[in-house]
């Protein structure tokens, strides 16, 4: 059964940091696209970042510059760094793998980690 599991999440103030880590069974990550994305009650679910088998990786212009998206081969675990926080990436984040990374298209998702951040 494959299976992303997400991690991570809590409360920060603003301009603090926090990493989301996002570990996989039953799927490798290395052969398979994944990303993060989020979501805001009553709004929809948007893409955060995402990285491919390969390696390449792509952001949300609201993050870039920001946020880091990597993963630990070794450990089967992506992750999202998140720096210098604001209070507008208050959200329901969320890791996704197994599907297109050019159309943000993913087949497998985890049930999310809430990330707060006060101002």
């Known amino acids: 059964q494959m299976q992303v599991v997400e991690s991570g999440g809590g409360l920060v103030q603003a301009g603090g940091s926090l990493r989301l880590s996002c570990a996989a069974s039953g799927l490798t990550f290395s052969i398979n696209n994944a990303g993060w994305f989020r979501q805001i009650p009553g709004k929809e679910r948007e893409f955060v970042a995402g990285i491919s088998w390969s390696g390449s990786t792509s952001y949300a212009d609201s993050v870039k510059g920001r946020f880091t998206i990597s993963r630990d081969n070794a450990k089967n675990t992506m992750y999202l760094q998140m720096n210098s926080l604001i209070p507008e990436d208050t959200a329901v984040y969320y890791c996704?793998?197994?599907?297109?990374?050019?159309?943000?298209?993913?087949?497998?998702w985890g049930q999310g980690t809430q990330v707060t951040v006060s101002s």
């Open positions: 996704a793998a197994g599907g297109n990374y050019l159309q943000n298209v993913y087949d497998y």
